[in-house]
């Protein structure tokens, strides 16, 4: 991928022309924004929903969504997955019990605004509280080092300033970090590919440039993280599931600061 041509060749920013204020003058110019493009999810060749994303990472987008909803459990249970850029369509066979999809009887559109438009996890049950032999060790510079990483990431947001990215990441490096306009859809790209990959989540950071809130805490807890990390804040609803789930998470990270909600997930060290 390109700055902003993603891999089948589709532009991630389109420009418009803009009048902007500077300093006491009027300048034209113009400025790139973020594509917002809806995709339309076949499940089964049933039609469950449309997802409006920046268009990277769609099968990581998808999967996540899934397995968010508690739909998907193994990547065994994929047996086939298509997007067609053409006709903005994602087709996925699954092969997976009734009652799992179920949970997609309801259709709607997500929108890719900050609030998560018709976001489908609210109404699914919080994750158990994971049985952890021993808490996760994590240095508080760590913490730093990684959300720097996310937020000097110079991907679709140095160019236009509009959209949410999310990242994985272990003690030594940030391992992936992947953007879309929605904070949800950035936090499932990153729970897909961690999916699909089988990635070990339970010694992993999962960032996000976005709140935590209920529906974001819901994905890490489905997906097995023990610590979750926001520059921004977290509602109280998330903090209460992020007890109830044993997932420990971190807010406000900025300026060498940060506040830690702990939950036995994890063991905080100074050094």
């Given at each position: ?160 300033r509009g959209v949410h990215a999310a990242s ?14 929605g904070r949800h859809n950035a936090v499932d ?6 999916f699909l990959s089988r990635i070990d989540t ?70």
């Amino acid at each position: 991928m390109t700055d902003n041509v993603n891999d089948s060749g589709v532009r991630l920013t389109a420009a418009f022309p803009v009048v902007r204020y500077n300093r006491g003058s009027l300048e034209n110019k113009d400025i790139e924004l973020a594509r917002e493009v809806p995709y339309t999810l076949f499940v089964n060749d049933r039609e469950i929903l449309s997802i409006a994303t920046l268009p990277t990472g769609l099968m990581e987008l998808f999967a996540g969504f899934l397995v968010s909803e508690g739909v998907l459990t193994d990547p065994g249970e994929i047996l086939e997955f298509q997007v067609d850029h053409g006709s903005r369509l994602v087709r996925v066979e699954l092969e997976v019990a009734r009652e799992r999809l179920e949970k997609l009887e309801r259709k709607g559109m997500l929108t890719s605004g900050c609030a998560g438009g018709l976001v489908f996890s609210t109404q699914a049950e919080n994750a158990p509280r994971k049985s952890r032999p021993d808490p996760l060790k994590v240095a508080c510079s760590t913490i730093l080092d990684r959300m720097r990483e996310l937020d000097t990431y110079r991907g679709i947001y140095s160019i236009t300033r509009g959209v949410h990215a999310a990242s994985v990441a272990d003690a030594s490096a940030t391992l992936l970090i992947l953007e879309d306009l929605g904070r949800h859809n950035a936090v499932d790209k990153i729970v897909g590919h961690c999916f699909l990959s089988r990635i070990d989540t339970s010694d992993k950071l999962l960032l996000t440039t976005g709140r935590i809130t209920s529906e974001v805490l819901t994905k890490a807890a489905r997906s097995g993280f023990s610590l979750i990390v926001s520059r921004s804040s977290a509602s109280a609803l998330a903090v209460v599931m992020a007890e109830q789930s044993g997932i420990d998470v971190v807010t406000y990270v900025r300026a060498q600061r940060f506040n830690y909600f702990s939950h036995g997930a994890c063991r905080l060290t100074e050094d």
